[in-house]
T-cell receptor, first 113, second 111 residues
């Protein structure tokens, strides 16, 4: 079964807690991305990674951290420093070439209580 | 001009109608463009890529006007299942693929 998996689908967190969102892919894609989507706004880029052991900040990286220790995995940690973490988080992958299409996982809906 | 701008809608059309959405972009160097479809509370899914003047796939046609910096999406013979939000996506700069997503245009197709 190929594709991109994200877990959990729904996540509830208390204020002040860190939480890690999982993103796994078996498409053998080099590039991986994390976005967040808020109502009425377009997707905003949090972090991206072109290759294993390398990642770059996106437009809204403050309060988030990532790692890329394996090609298949790109977990996102939402830290307590993120002021408004309630959102829909989407992971995407691309084979890495310029002009390549990005494909999305099913997303994780995070709610801070 | 915003990086990517779309009319949020909603566009309410009856089944069988033809409907068109426009999207304007600011980066004149962009070479490839995308339309994604997003259902409520789901992930975006690629609908069409546009690399030259346009692209056609069944009932869907995408047109690119570089001079005026807009992309259009035309849907013919609308189906109930076409009801969704359509996201216009434009690369940011050149080289490594960072994308800018529009806020989307909502389409509602009624019986």
């Amino acid at each position: 079964d190929g594709g991109i998996t994200q877990s959990p689908k729904y996540l509830f967190r208390k204020e002040g807690q860190n939480v890690t969102l999982s993103c796994e892919q078996n498409l053998n894609h080099d590039a991986m991305y994390w976005y967040r989507q808020d109502p009425g706004q377009g997707l905003r880029l949090i972090y991206y990674s072109q290759i294993v052991n390398d990642f770059q900040k996106g437009d809204i990286a403050e309060g988030y951290s990532v790692s890329r220790e394996k090609k298949e995995s790109f977990p996102l940690t939402v830290t307590s420093a993120q002021k408004n973490p309630t959102a829909f988080y989407l992971c995407a992958t691309a084979s890495g070439g310029a002009g390549d299409t990005q494909y999305f996982g099913p997303g994780t809906r995070l709610t801070v209580l | 001009r915003k990086e990517v701008e779309q009319d949020p809608g909603p566009f309410n059309v009856p089944e069988g109608a033809t409907v068109a959405f426009n999207c304007t972009y600011s980066n004149s160097a962009s070479q490839s463009f995308f339309w994604y479809r997003q259902d409520c509370r789901k992930e975006p899914k690629l609908l069409m890529s546009v690399y030259s003047s346009g692209n056609e796939d069944g009932r869907f046609t995408a047109q690119l006007n570089r001079a005026s910096q807009y992309i259009s999406l035309l849907i013919r013979d609308s189906k109930l299942s076409d009801s969704a939000t359509y996201l216009c996506v434009v690369p940011k700069g050149t080289g490594f693929q960072k994308l800018v997503f529009g806020t989307g245009t909502r389409l509602l197709v009624s019986p």
